[in-house]
């Protein structure tokens, strides 16, 4: 049997703090055990179980690898728009007029992460 992944790790700074953000973001939830100053904290979603945990280095260069967030129940755009209220920062807009394309954004630490379009945006051509 081959191995399934148990959940993606993020070094972080302030490993409390990111999967706060992560939480809202994903509407997922800190593990009970999680407090602010925990070395490690963890998220789980009903898509994805993330484990922040604290580095001392700082973030230098472009991730290798990131998320890419489809929405559930809203657009894009809208994704988009409640990800900066949360915290999150616009890195580059490669939205497309005929609504193809994505936008990309750093996490509160810098980390990138996309943002594509809804499976009913896509459904529609």
């Not at 490993?15 to 809202?24: D, I, S």
């Not at 929405?71 to 915290?87: A, F, H, I, M």
């Not at 750093?106 to 980390?111: A, L």
């Amino acid at each position: 049997m081959s191995s399934l992944i148990r959940h993606v790790t993020i070094d972080s700074a302030d490993p409390y703090a990111l999967a706060t953000f992560w939480a809202a973001a994903l509407d997922g939830s800190l593990a009970d055990d999680d407090y602010p100053g925990d070395p490690e904290a963890t998220v789980t979603s009903a898509a994805v179980s993330l484990l922040f945990v604290t580095v001392d280095d700082r973030k230098t260069v472009k991730n290798r690898v990131h998320l890419d967030l489809q929405p559930q129940d809203r657009t894009r755009d809208e994704e988009v728009e409640r990800l900066l209220s949360l915290g999150a920062v616009m890195q580059g807009d490669h939205r497309k007029a005929d609504g193809s394309g994505w936008v990309t954004l750093h996490d509160p630490e810098g980390n990138e992460f996309c943002v594509e379009r809804s499976a009913a945006e896509r459904a529609k051509g």
